[in-house]
């Protein structure tokens, strides 16, 4: 397509975990211009807005290059902050998100939910399983002030309507599950684990975002003799599982407008591809 690829993967946005987040290759990278792959220590925090600073002037920069900018990647916030806009939101306050953890843990999160759909109807938008967003509503919330919904509907959104298109991929996911058992496998074999413990060593804060990335606590047990390699790697790969159901909930309600890309095979995905983009 004569295109560059943007990535828009939380994760993949760290140097230190190539293997456990498969991030392309050295030869995939060669193969078109990649950008915001591998870019960021392990010790910084990322959040959305971060990434929304970094990519709108690189998505202005390969525009001006007359070429197509390919955005990939399973971060699906990113994709809202782009196409939809990202809403301004209070700093952070450590005291009223311990008080939202706590009544989190009491109440669970369907009656947590509940309520603060009471206080801000913006929960509705926040995918089921996804605590740190529910938690982090419920502080804002808890603090008066315009609601979510009210600061969304001033934002605007970094990608003019009528500019890009959209595409999701999702394969059936029996078939996916069991690509993801395969591809820890594959990355165990491949030196995860040394990776992981390369991060470990550098005793870096859990908090950070790096260190939550699926597989870094599953590997990490087998590292410190609190599993086998092999119990390691089946929890790393039900963990994943688990990842996989909540992207496609999310990217189900929140992109339902979006086509989808069904099959397996590589060629007819792009076969897909291409038709949607009419270059076919």
């Known amino acids: 397509m004569g295109g560059e690829v943007v990535n828009a993967d939380s994760m993949q946005l760290y140097r230190d975990l190539r293997l456990l987040t498969a991030r392309p290759s050295p030869a995939e990278e060669a193969a078109a211009p990649h950008h915001l792959f591998g870019i960021a220590d392990a010790g910084e925090a990322w959040s959305v807005g971060r990434w929304l600073r ?16 390919i955005v990939v990647g399973g971060t699906g916030l990113y994709f809202t902050a782009l196409t939809r806009g990202l809403a301004d939101a209070p700093a952070a306050d450590p005291a009223a998100r311990r008080a939202a953890e706590q009544l989190f843990e009491t109440l669970g999160e369907a009656e947590f939910r509940r309520r603060l759909m009471a206080a801000d109807e913006g929960a509705a938008s926040i995918a089921p399983g996804d605590r740190q967003r529910l938690t982090r509503l419920h502080e804002v919330a808890a603090r008066g002030g315009e609601t979510s919904s009210v600061r969304r509907s001033k934002t605007r959104p970094a990608l003019a309507p009528g500019t890009w298109a959209g595409v999701v991929l999702e394969p059936p996911r029996a078939a996916l599950y069991a690509r993801c058992d395969a591809r820890l496998a594959a990355m165990v074999e491949a030196g995860a684990l040394e990776e992981v413990r390369a991060l470990l060593a550098r005793g870096l804060s859990p908090s950070l975002p790096a260190m939550k990335a699926v597989g870094v606590r599953e590997l990490a047990e087998a590292l410190t003799d609190r599993a086998t390699l092999a119990e390691a790697l089946a929890r790393a790969q039900q963990s994943t599982r ?12 929140q992109t339902p407008g979006w086509p989808r890309i069904v099959d397996l095979d590589a060629e007819a995905q792009w076969r897909d591809l291409a038709r949607m983009a009419r270059l076919a």
Request: overall charge positive; proline content about 7%; hydrophobic content about 45%.
């Open 242 to 253: 688990r990842f996989v159901k909540r992207q496609l909930t999310w990217f189900r309600n």
């Open 54 to 69: 970094a990519v709108s002037p690189l998505l202005a920069e390969i525009g001006a290059r007359g070429r197509p900018a």
